[in-house]
């Protein structure tokens, strides 16, 4: 796929992370859009102020697209979020016993708007389309912000990229997507994907113990039972050489050079995360044509903190903002946006507003 710009962008944040400039200046003036995009949200069911902001700010982006200089692209548009569940212990560990397996939402969840109910999917539709045909009532931006505003799970666990196999399918790898999501996904369309998480992919294999409850102290080989193991299993850092590099579990950092602890799921299978080039392998693999933006936190700084209350260690926020919301590093999905190049910018989830983010993620799906 050929790029006009040739790096991966990291857009500016809030004032609070100083991390967040821009790595090769802004994306360049809008080239012309493809003939169809494939938009898919995945959006963390957390922070209700996030969804909120996401709500707002998609006219800005169905804008860019229904407003393209060389003609507005067929649009299918689809929401979900990254809930899998908790591995063996799905149905014994609190708040994770009703994921949605990749599913896209079709009706709203939370939202309380009225105009929720006239700005609708129709009947037994599970995505939007807009274009060639239309299949929902009223405004598409109000339609979608609806649906955007996925509610709160309770889960710790989050799957952001094992949830996107699941939702357009793996068949090679014996992974079909659910029914509803049949139809989505086409051949000569740009698939474009958008990540919206204040916690880092938790992705780990369907049978994984990772998340036994029966464990939930400091002495116990897995630890407190809680979004902590994601980070201890998943991540290594320069210096860690204990443990097979496995996080500390007591106050650490800032450490350097951090990463997915890839090289663990050969030592340890059962307690560790999917190595991220099986999606980035996946993602080559589903679509010729594909973009993948991440609203989410800078990996630095990287710092484990204990919770003076019981002692139980947890990730030290890399991000906050005056709006209240606060996130943690991103560490496995900056790395997949890494190493995706022109196909794919990362910008930090902790702002006010997601205007400037939606306005070059626009960009970005619109750039041939």
């Known amino acids: ?38 938009l898919l949200f995945v959006i963390e069911d957390g922070d209700t102020t996030v969804q909120e902001n996401i709500a707002m700010n998609l006219p800005v982006l169905i804008d860019a697209l229904q407003h393209a200089p060389s003609g507005a692209p067929d649009l299918h548009m689809a929401f979900m979020t990254p809930e899998m569940g908790a591995g063996t212990f799905t ?29 609708r999917l129709n009947a037994g539709e599970h995505f939007f389309k807009d274009g060639v045909s239309r299949n929902y009532s009223g405004d598409l931006a109000t339609a979608a912000g609806c649906i955007a505003q996925v509610g709160w799970s309770q889960c710790p666990f989050h799957h ?101 602890n890839d090289a663990y799921a050969t030592v340890d299978p059962q307690h560790s995360l999917i190595p991220l080039p099986v999606f980035i392998d996946y993602l080559h693999r589903i679509s010729p044509d594909f973009v993948l933006a991440v609203i989410g936190a800078p990996i630095e700084p990287f710092a484990v903190v ?7 260690p947890a990730m030290e926020h890399s991000c906050s903002s005056s709006n209240g919301i606060f996130a943690n590093p991103a560490v496995r999905a900056h790395q997949v946006v890494e190493s995706l190049g022109a196909h794919a910018l990362f910008t930090s989830i902790c702002q006010d507003s997601y205007t400037d983010a939606f306005g070059h993620i626009g960009n970005l799906i619109l750039t041939p």
Do not use: K
């Open 1 to 38: 796929m050929t790029r006009a710009f040739a790096t991966t962008i990291l857009l500016a944040a809030c004032s609070s992370d100083p991390g967040g400039m821009r790595l090769d200046g802004p994306p360049p003036p809008d080239a012309g859009p493809p003939s169809a995009v494939d």
């Open 91 to 119: 149905t014994t560990v609190p708040g994770c016993s009703n994921p949605d397996w990749g599913a896209f939402i079709d009706i709203p969840r939370v939202a309380t708007d009225p105009a929720c109910q006239s700005n």
């Open 160 to 260: 952001q990229f094992a949830a996107l196999r699941m939702a357009l399918g793996d068949p090679d790898h014996g992974i079909y997507a659910p029914d509803g999501n049949a139809g989505f996904l086409r051949p000569n369309a740009r698939l474009a994907i958008i990540f919206t998480a204040q916690d880092d992919d938790c992705s780990a294999p369907d049978d994984t113990l990772l998340f036994d409850p029966s464990q939930n102290s400091l002495s116990d080989p897995l630890g407190p039972l809680g979004r902590f193991r994601c980070a201890e299993f998943g991540i290594t850092c320069d210096g860690l050489t204990a443990t097979n590099g496995r996080l500390p579990r007591v106050a650490t950092g800032p450490l350097q050079n951090c990463r997915s």
């Open 306 to 312: 204990v919770d003076p209350q019981n002692g139980f």
